[in-house]
């Protein structure tokens, strides 16, 4: 209920903030919203010496496009991203997924760089930005450094941040004519981590065939699932109800849950697929609309 | 360090106190202020019966350290009284009869604030998803939706209203 102690560090700058870490390497960790990382440290699942508040340092929240990409910047909070009409009518598997984050107050101090940085595979923008094909920014003591998100990913609780880096951006290729996404989360209340949920981003070519597909899983494995087979499957064929079954069925197989008092591997299995089904025709619809 | 000096505004106004870096805000509140309109119901940041507003945004207070409030505007159920008489939201849970054991109030009170300061006519489903995060287990959560509303078409109105 109370965590251990620790020191804490408020600095003004990025170069302050990466100093800090660095003088305690080993024993430090940022704190952005701190809706992961507080409730850790309460139940004293872990403990650390010092904690680098990065909330005070100006210009880390942000959303804006620019050079092809859609820029977020580390600390944006997620009910920014809830309320942007950009990301609303542009990027609705990310306004899909910023919704179901656990509830609207978490939301309002939890952050999009706290959410991938932690490196939890039940946080729902993992799965979100694989999907999205998504490069997170390092800053650190080498300067900037933009990581592909297929390598951000190494472990549960691990991500390719090292020990001084802190997530500064997220950065989103902006989508072609004809995208569209969706994220479907089963949860079994409001403020859950999902039991199964799909990111699916896919963008249609003019013959109205799978251009591109991106199709990931939460909390279906150590690390976020990007399901390969069922995004390769899907390209150059047009999105009936037997391809879209189909690309669902491969998706559901590449879900390695644990079981838990969520449900039994199977379950989780048979749900990812179900949702991978409704993400799919949801992306499709969103697609056309497009 | 692990003491810190901070101040913020607690419903406006300002104080100052030397904190533990661990000290959470709602013990900060509760224990260091003695203000206990705020409450503790959960150890899990599910429940919400802590909830504050923080510069104008409802937050759970048991998942903020005081250290990070330092500087911030902070407003709690405390707050909300005008003049030693019920605000419109509190008259709105006090007529509809918005809470039972009343241990979940103060933190529906305070999201209600900033569901209404951001949304002055909210529909039905609008009012379930801003108290989502505010978990009650005596009423259903059906009179907590007919106190927002009460307290919606109250604030609605030029005059004021009983």
């Known amino acids: ?290 | 360090m692990a003491q810190h000096e901070i101040t913020l505004k607690i419903n406006g106004a300002e104080k100052s106190a030397s904190v533990e870096s661990r000290l959470l805000l709602v013990h900060f509140l509760r224990e260091t202020l003695a203000m206990t309109g705020t409450h503790i119901g959960c150890d899990t940041t599910h429940c919400g019966a802590c909830t504050v507003l923080m510069d104008g945004e409802p937050v759970k207070s048991c998942t903020v350290l005081a250290v990070q409030a330092d500087g911030h505007d902070v407003t709690t159920v405390e707050g909300l009284e005008q003049g030693g008489k019920l605000n419109p939201i509190q008259n709105g849970f006090w007529q509809e009869h918005g809470l039972q054991c009343g241990y979940c109030t103060p933190g529906m009170l305070m999201t209600t604030s900033a569901l209404l300061e951001r949304n002055p006519d909210p529909s039905e489903g609008e009012i379930r998803e801003a108290i989502s995060g505010n978990l009650c287990r005596c009423t259903g959560y059906v009179n907590i939706v007919k106190s927002v509303q009460h307290a919606a078409a109250a604030l609605r109105q030029p005059s004021p209203e009983a």
């Open chain 1, 1 to 290: 209920m109370i965590p251990a102690s620790f020191d804490y560090h408020s600095p003004r700058t990025l170069e302050e903030a990466i100093g800090l870490l660095q003088s305690h390497p080993d024993d430090a960790k940022v704190l952005s919203g701190g809706q992961s990382l507080l409730p850790l440290l309460k139940l004293r699942l872990g403990s650390v010496g010092h904690l680098v508040d990065i909330g005070r340092i100006p210009d880390l929240a942000y959303l804006r496009e620019e050079g092809g990409f859609l820029l977020i910047g580390g600390c944006t909070r997620e009910s920014a991203l809830e309320r942007s009409e950009l990301i609303r009518t542009k990027y609705p598997l990310l306004a899909d997924t910023a919704a179901v984050i656990a509830d609207p107050l978490v939301r309002n101090m939890a952050t999009v760089g706290g959410n991938l940085a932690h490196g939890d595979p039940a946080n729902d923008h993992p799965a979100t930005m694989l999907a999205l094909r998504a490069e997170i920014v390092a800053t650190g003591p080498g300067g900037r450094r933009v990581i592909a998100i297929d390598d951000f990913f190494a472990g549960l609780f691990a991500t390719a941040l090292a020990p001084g880096d802190i997530l500064t951006e997220i950065r989103i290729p902006v989508p072609p004519p004809g995208s569209g996404g969706a994220y479907k989360k089963l949860e079994r209340k409001v403020g859950d981590f999902a039991t199964a949920a799909s990111a699916v981003q896919l963008t249609l070519g003019p013959d109205g065939a799978v251009a591109k597909a991106g199709i990931a899983l939460t909390n279906a494995g150590p690390v976020p699932v990007r399901a390969t087979d069922a995004e390769t499957y899907l390209i150059g064929k047009a999105p009936s109800d037997a391809t879209i079954a189909e690309a669902a069925r491969l998706a559901g197989a590449a879900a390695t849950p644990s079981a838990d008092r969520r449900g039994a591997v199977e379950y989780k299995q048979e749900m990812a697929r179900i949702l991978t089904g409704r993400a799919l025709r949801r992306a499709v619809e969103r697609a056309k609309g497009n």
